[in-house]
């Protein structure tokens, strides 16, 4: 039990890590669309989701590395480029539940209800619905890597 919460204690800091970088990518991006304004109307919904999928992507790749030199043990038997494609295919699951989480929070809720756009901007809004979708990836990817990737 103690080598598994040291795990996730471990999972929690290189998820931490990674988040950071998602987050900033995708706000960055997103500020970057609504600033050119390329999008119209949409400039909001489309830079939440291109930021989200761009930060997504390059925190997937940092966490590839960092979670099998920090928090999971590797199979032996498994080929790398194996293990890679596994932990993309997981990691793309991962993004679809991201990119549904962030657009039902941002689309269905923030752009239909007023009384939220005038409680919240839109850089929190963004940010309350990564890291809802966050919290949400984060047990999905946890327990997939360590059913499909981690050795017995």
């Known amino acids: 039990m103690k080598k598994l919460i040291e795990q996730m204690l471990k999972f929690g800091i290189v998820g931490f890590v990674c988040f950071f970088i998602d987050y900033i990518i995708g706000?960055?991006?997103?500020?970057?669309?609504?600033?050119?304004?390329?999008?119209?109307?949409d400039s909001f919904s489309m830079g939440s989701q291109i930021g989200s999928a761009l930060g997504f992507t390059v925190s997937v790749i940092v966490n590839y590395i960092l979670s099998f030199k920090f928090v999971f043990e590797r199979k032996e038997d498994m080929n790398r480029k194996a293990e890679f494609i596994i932990f993309v295919i997981l990691s793309v699951i991962g993004l679809g539940l991201n990119q549904l989480i962030i657009w039902v929070c941002?689309?269905?809720?923030?752009?239909?209800?007023?009384?939220?756009?005038?409680?919240?901007?839109?850089?929190?809004?963004?940010?309350?619905?990564?890291?809802?979708?966050?919290?949400?990836?984060?047990?999905y990817n946890f327990i997939t890597r360590k059913i499909f990737l981690e050795k017995k």
């Not at 500020?31 to 304004?37: E, P, R």
């Not at 919240?120 to 984060?138: E, R, S, W």
């Open 27 to 41: 706000l960055i991006t997103l500020n970057i669309v609504l600033a050119i304004g390329v999008f119209g109307a």
């Open 106 to 139: 941002t689309v269905p809720i923030y752009s239909n209800i007023v009384w939220i756009q005038k409680l919240f901007g839109y850089n929190l809004a963004y940010t309350a619905a990564k890291v809802i979708a966050t919290a949400i990836v984060m047990v």
